[in-house]
């Protein structure tokens, strides 16, 4: 296995202990310079870069805590390791906070310095894959623009136009619309159209325990809670300079909503455990699956925080209402799959947009994307799409619902709930902890399916 440091340092003034580390590193590949004292290594790297740098602390003319503390020392891009016979605990953690990586106490066994260098490389290799892959994250945000989502439909123009609009802006915006309609895709198009040089980082509110989100979004101290053995950051504090994509926001907790409303009133943030705010500079877009208004006559969603969120109110309308974009799409998404799979470019025939035009895609865009991958999987020379059911209407009433697991879903959950609170005679609290859901999501499916 190569090594990635190739060329070392030595800087001790026993000759004997230059001679020793020679005789270890040099066998196993690594190529290696020697310094007597402080002085001469500040000489040799002036000339020269080293991957890494063995230094002994206690030397004539310059020692090593005093390598370490010259500026040219502090700018290296480079590990250096601490050794020597005398000092312990103390004086190793002075080297660390000096910016040493590591210490070792003389004498030691070759095989310690060895060690010692591989955990220095793999950390080294680890820190140019984590650069590697902000980069690479860096570069796909900058790539995305707003072009790149398919449309044709008026309304889609209209809406787009809203965006561009808004993405100078940094009031929070708040997109609604059914699932699958790409709320994400708005929201990463109003990021990149602002200029901000932060990240772009999305949350779903609804997959997280309100205990676990408080932590993600706002980030904790050392000793918070039970667990919390080092402080953490949190996703605000990340895309400090960027923006914040808070999918399923009427998933939100109410305890954790009034936080969320100090955030976008006051831009600042408290970690869990802390005593002090600190400033930020996120912008926040939320997207919302319902009516949110909805949700705050309900009093599951606070009146306050719905008027901050939806200062700019973008709403993407279903695939069903906006049928010009359904071939477009379709295309698009055709391409980039047979791309994906190294595919010859299969084409949709007059039978197949006449299908995928008349039907009314309930799961919106992501249904038809996920029908088009499944139509791939089983064509071969020629597109092959399975069956569609077809609609009669736009209105939700004149579907048939003999083969949509959507209305099963929907008739079985109304079944149980009313079970649920039959059970508990009413008391919708115990209600929802049998149904093993939450109580604010309890309250909502009430008002949804009209339970009594």
Not at 169 to 192: F, M, N, Q
Request: charged share 25%; glycine share 6%.
């Amino acid at each position: 296995m190569a090594n990635s440091f190739q060329n070392l340092l030595v800087v001790d003034d026993e000759p004997s202990m230059r001679h020793m580390l020679r005789l270890v590193l040099e066998p196993n590949n690594y190529r290696v310079c020697e310094a007597e004292n402080g002085n001469q290594a500040l000489e040799m790297i002036r000339k020269e870069k080293f991957d890494a740098i063995l230094s002994d602390i206690r030397m004539p003319d310059m020692d090593g805590l005093s390598f370490l503390d010259q500026p040219i020392v502090k700018t290296l891009d480079c590990t250096i390791i601490m050794m020597s016979a005398y000092g312990g605990i103390d004086i190793a953690l002075d080297c660390m906070k000096r910016g040493a990586y590591d210490f070792i106490s003389k004498p030691f066994k070759p095989d310690e310095v060895l060690l010692t260098l591989r955990k220095a490389e793999e950390r080294q290799q680890l820190r140019v894959e984590n650069e590697q892959l902000k980069t690479a994250l860096s570069k796909q945000e900058q790539a995305f623009s707003i072009d790149r989502i398919i449309h044709a439909s008026k309304s889609m123009q209209q809406m787009l136009q809203m965006v561009k609009a808004a993405a100078g802006a940094d009031s929070p915006v708040l997109i609604t619309g059914e699932t699958g309609t790409g709320k994400e895709l708005v929201a990463r198009a109003l990021h990149s159209e602002s200029g901000r040089q932060g990240q772009f980082l999305a949350i779903n509110c609804s997959a997280i325990t309100s205990g676990l989100l408080e932590s993600e979004l706002f980030g904790h101290t050392k000793g918070a809670f039970t667990g919390a053995d080092r402080e953490k950051q949190g996703l605000f504090s990340i895309a400090s300079g960027g923006t914040l994509f808070l999918d399923e926001i009427a998933e939100m907790p109410l305890e954790l909503q009034p936080k969320l409303l100090r955030v976008l009133q006051e831009g600042e943030i408290r970690k869990v455990g802390a005593t002090r705010s600190e400033k930020i500079n996120t912008r926040v877009v939320a997207a919302a699956g319902r009516d949110l208004q909805e949700a705050v006559q309900n009093n599951l969603f606070r009146n306050d925080l719905y008027y901050r969120l939806a200062v700019v109110d973008i709403n993407l309308p279903p695939l069903r209402e906006r049928p010009e974009d359904i071939i477009p799409l379709a295309e698009h998404f055709l391409a980039t799959l047979c791309q994906q799979e190294g595919r010859q470019q299969l084409q949709l025939s007059t039978e197949d947009r006449k299908k995928l035009t008349s039907y009314h895609w309930p799961g919106n865009v992501r249904e038809l994307q996920n029908y088009l991958e499944k139509g791939l999987i089983f064509s071969q020379e020629t597109l092959e799409l399975p069956p569609l059911r077809m609609r009669q209407s736009l209105s939700k009433e004149s579907e048939p619902e003999e083969y949509s697991l959507k209305i099963a879903s929907q008739r079985l959950e109304k079944e149980y709930i009313s079970k649920a609170l039959a059970k508990t005679d009413g008391n919708r609290t115990q209600a929802a902890q049998l149904l093993e859901i939450s109580l604010r999501s309890l309250m909502y499916k009430i008002k949804e399916y009209k339970i009594e």
